[in-house]
């Protein structure tokens, strides 16, 4: 049972690290159950990756693509989470 806001706030907690990165992030999920894809975007808008999400921690490889920052989305039926990472 959810007494709070924050409580509810911490059950879905997603932690990237590290960030800024060279080569990998390292994604964390409180719960996986409620979160079903992840789409990796550019500033532009542009979809670079889509995934549907299997686990709790996730690596996302991004060697392929030029330094910059860029906007991790993870979503499901009913809450969606964005995150903005820095390759160098």
């Not at 960030?19 to 670079?48: A, M, V, W």
Request: net charge neutral.
């Amino acid at each position: 049972m959810v007494n709070s806001i924050e409580e509810l706030e911490n059950v879905n907690k997603i932690l990237a690290f590290p960030n800024p990165t060279k080569r990998y992030i390292h994604l964390c999920l409180e719960q996986k159950d409620i979160f079903s894809n992840l789409t990796l975007y550019d500033l532009t808008g542009k979809i670079l990756y889509e995934s549907r999400i299997l686990n709790k921690e996730i690596d996302l490889d991004l060697s392929n693509y030029f330094n910059g920052s860029y906007i991790i989305v993870i979503d499901g039926k009913s809450m969606r989470k964005s995150l903005i990472i820095t390759k160098y």
